[in-house]
């Protein structure tokens, strides 16, 4: 039965790890509708991300080798740093900075109080009235490559928020790109590629660090297999993602995130569900 669980919760990651409503929520708050009624943990989480965001590698292929060339190519004195590319390495590497700071000084809270679903469903809500507001109100002028070193410390503070289950990394960083006058598109993207080092570099730690013992309720098989689930469900989810967004608003995932927020509050309340 854990091979089943590990599997729809491995279908649920690839389905929600690139859109705006909270991939480790629904991961915390399915856990505890299977017949385990666990919380898979923020170590699973963190691996079976690494399925997720080997998706984008992927998808993203052309682009990440052209900026990684471009890079080095300037580090070397080959390329000036006004390029768009390197300056997309530099700003990759800038806007990843909050979430690694914040991540090592909160890592006891990530794996403990953050993990609360009342506190999963607040963010949900909230995080979902905020994602409108930006959609609304945002200028969606501006292009990705407009990005400033201010603007990516900005988007790297917003994925750090992501940190609590609920917020959303895309969510995040994609609502702070709105409000800093991005369009939609360029707001997605930028966040899809902000992820890769710091989901990399998070799973890996987790990895590393759960050798030889369980990921929470799940053994390491089992989280391997979530993860290989979790990459070719999200391969496809990005590609109908980016081109939703180009042409409609985010008022579906808003309303999604409140309505999901909510339910959640009702089982709590109900006391169907653990907090």
């Known amino acids: 039965m854990q091979w089943i669980e590990a599997i729809i919760l491995g279908l649920v990651q690839g389905l929600t790890e690139f859109l705006p409503i909270s991939s480790s929520a629904h991961l915390r708050i399915v856990g505890e509708f299977l017949p385990g009624a666990a919380d898979p943990g923020a170590a699973f989480t963190a691996i079976t991300q690494l ?13 990440i080798v052209r900026i990684l060339k471009a890079w080095f190519a300037a580090i070397l004195g080959k390329l000036p740093h ?15 900075i909050p979430i690694v700071v914040l991540g090592l000084l909160l890592e006891d809270m990530i ?3 953050f993990r609360t679903l009342w506190l999963t469903a607040t963010m949900l809500v909230v995080f979902g009235v905020l994602l409108a507001f930006a959609d609304a109100y945002g200028k969606q002028r501006k292009p990705l490559d407009e990005l400033s070193v201010r603007d990516g410390i900005l988007f790297g503070f917003a994925q750090a928020m992501a940190l609590i289950p609920g917020v959303s990394r895309s969510g995040g960083t994609i609502t702070a790109g709105l409000l800093m006058g991005y369009t939609r598109e360029a707001a997605a993207r930028y966040s899809f590629l902000l992820a890769i080092p710091a989901v990399f570099g998070s799973g890996f730690y987790k990895l590393f660090g759960s050798l030889g013992e369980q990921t929470g309720p799940y053994t390491m098989g089992q989280t391997l297999v979530a993860t290989a689930v979790g990459f070719f469900v999200a391969y496809l989810i990005i590609g109908w993602f980016l081109k939703y967004v180009s042409t409609n608003s985010y008022t579906l995932f ?8 909510l339910f959640v509050y009702v089982m709590l309340g109900l006391g169907i569900i653990n907090a």
């Open 51 to 63: 399925g997720t965001e080997l998706a984008v590698l992927v998808y993203f292929w052309r682009d």
């Open 82 to 96: 006004s390029d768009a590319d390197v300056r997309m390495g530099w700003l990759i590497i800038v806007g990843t």
């Open 111 to 113: 794996e403990s109080v």
């Open 254 to 261: 808003v309303n999604y995130r409140i309505l999901l927020g």
